[in-house]
């Protein structure tokens, strides 16, 4: 399937004969030699592409010419490497359009969700060309006349980038505009699903490299292959930092072998994300930032909103409106202006979904509204789901876990205290957020008896975050943080220095040594 848009990429010129390429850098563009993989869009269910998987000897051979690339990056100024992001970023620009319509063809977004994933990437270029010249340590006081202390932070290393097909670009990009500022060099296996993409963004960091010709042409990569290639990163000592984004279940398995090998990683993992409605919240507010976390990319963002915890004096008015709203959703072709809702990733995404709103109603839930297949007026071949609202109860277990779908449950509470408690009782820990007037309870919600999640936001939704914030969060979402902030440091590796420019040897702690 060749479009017009990635004629102008310069996608379609990577097909050769039947297949995509399955590693691609700068310097190399290769068939994939493992099992055959066929693509599809979750639009329509037609073929975009298809590709033979890299193999772990393939990978193996790229790890090398990252190892190659890395011994000349990390000794290019970072400003210099700021350079190349900039024009990354610009690049990202001029193409935005295109590479959105990739992830619309690719992760079935709506265009101007996709459109935001990419301005997501420029942002984090702006963001880390800024940071190329801010890497700095710190000067720290030596107890030792005629000496001083400093540390600094040095490039670590090549960097594994695993990511998931719900945010195709921008997951990326959080870690390689930072790596690449950082003096890393950057190997990605991204979701099988969502191959293109990667290839789109190689496009883009392709032409970068053929306009600076000094770069080495190997410090950006991408990989497609299956859980075999994530597995032999995960294990593979030249990667000093693996990070993943995924399922709480892929991210153990890469913390396990990453770990067993004392290596780094850097998870962001599964959410269960909730919103408290307080007695003293604005509702009509409220209910606007509802549905866009919990219907947007068709609630399959890890930041997606999966629960309301709301005051039991106003759960009824609110399922009120939030059923009036979920009434009016428009759903259909992601393509399409107006539809607010798309498809679901793929036919076992539905029956994942399906499944769970069968465990819901066994467990006492009652379906407010949704759930169904939608095949009327939505191209053919599709997942189209009208998302769902089930009223349950805080215990049920369901509640306990993630499903990447649009899927809300709605609880109730009595006293502020219980609310966070509800909201705090689940294996994850990513984003939440309070909806109230009330400055005790929303200080109370930020606060160390507050909610336990790495976002914590106060009237306004959970997901959507910004860049220049760490995201990630706690307990099974892997304790990771990325993008902004100070999350540059995982990408570095810290040199405390001390220097003797006295004639004497003092040795620290007043020990005498003669
Ligand atoms: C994800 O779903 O993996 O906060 C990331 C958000 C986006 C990122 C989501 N900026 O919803």
């Not at 890393?184 to 963004?201: H, Q, R, Y």
């Not at 379906?367 to 089930?390: A, C, M, N, Q």
Request: negative net charge; aromatic residues 6%; hydrophobic residues 40%.
């Amino acid at each position: 399937m060749t479009m017009e848009f990635m004629d102008e990429l310069g996608l379609s010129a990577f097909i050769c004969g039947e297949y995509y390429p399955s590693i691609v850098s700068g310097a190399k563009t290769l068939l994939g030699q493992g099992a055959q993989h066929d693509c599809t869009s979750p639009i329509d269910g037609t073929k975009t592409a298809r590709f033979q998987l890299a193999t772990p000897e393939q990978l193996n051979a790229q790890t090398e010419r990252a190892c190659a690339a890395f011994k000349i990056w990390r000794n290019t100024p970072a400003p210099v490497r700021g350079q190349f992001v900039r024009r990354i970023g610009e690049l990202a620009r001029q193409y935005k359009t295109q590479l959105a319509q990739v992830i619309t063809l690719e992760a079935g977004k709506i265009l101007p969700e996709a459109l935001g994933e990419v301005q997501e990437w420029i942002d984090v270029c702006d963001f880390a060309v800024g940071l190329s010249r801010q890497l700095h340590g710190l000067t720290i006081a030596s107890e030792r006349p005629g000496h001083r202390m400093m540390e600094q932070w040095h490039p670590l290393g090549p960097v594994a980038v695993i990511s998931a097909y719900n945010f195709p670009m921008a997951v990326w990009s959080w870690n390689a505009m930072l790596g690449l500022v950082c003096g890393d060099t950057i190997v990605w296996k991204p979701s099988e699903k969502s191959p293109l993409c990667a290839l789109a963004i190689q496009t883009i960091v392709n032409r970068a490299l053929d306009e600076m010709p000094d770069v080495p042409k190997d410090i950006v990569s991408v990989i497609i292959g299956g859980g075999e290639i994530g597995k032999a990163m995960s294990q593979d000592q030249r990667y000093p930092l693996v990070s993943a984004t995924g399922s709480t279940r892929m991210g153990k398995s890469v913390g396990e072998a990453v770990g067993a090998r004392l290596g780094r990683s850097l998870l962001e993992l599964g959410g269960n994300n909730a919103m408290i409605i307080s007695e003293h919240a604005d509702l009509d507010l409220a209910l606007r930032a509802i549905v866009f976390a919990a219907v947007g990319t068709a609630g399959q963002r890890c930041t997606s909103l999966r629960r309301v915890i709301v005051h039991h004096s106003v759960k009824q008015a609110l399922c009120e409106k939030l059923v009036q709203a979920y009434q009016s959703l428009r759903i259909g072709d992601p393509r399409s202006e107006h539809i607010l809702v798309g498809p679901l990733i793929d036919e076992m995404s539905y029956a994942t979904m399906q499944a769970a709103l069968t465990d819901a109603k066994q467990q006492g839930g009652t379906v407010l509204i949704g759930g169904e297949r939608v095949t009327e007026k939505v191209p053919e071949g599709g997942f189209y789901v009208t998302p769902s609202i089930v009223d349950i109860a805080a215990n049920a277990a369901i509640v306990q876990q993630e499903t990447f779908a649009p899927i809300l449950y709605v609880m109730s509470y009595e006293n502020i205290e219980q609310a966070i408690d509800i909201q705090n009782d689940v294996p994850q820990g990513l984003s939440s957020a309070i909806f109230t007037e009330n400055l005790k309870e929303a200080e109370l919600f930020l606060s160390p008896s507050g909610s336990d999640c790495g976002l914590a936001n106060v009237n306004i939704g959970t997901s959507g975050a910004e860049i220049g914030g760490a995201f990630g969060g706690e307990k099974e979402t892997g304790g990771g943080r990325e993008s902004g902030s100070d999350a540059w440091k995982n990408y570095m590796r810290r040199s405390t220095n001390t220097i003797n420019y006295g004639g004497e040897l003092p040795l620290a702690q007043g020990i005498v040594f003669e």
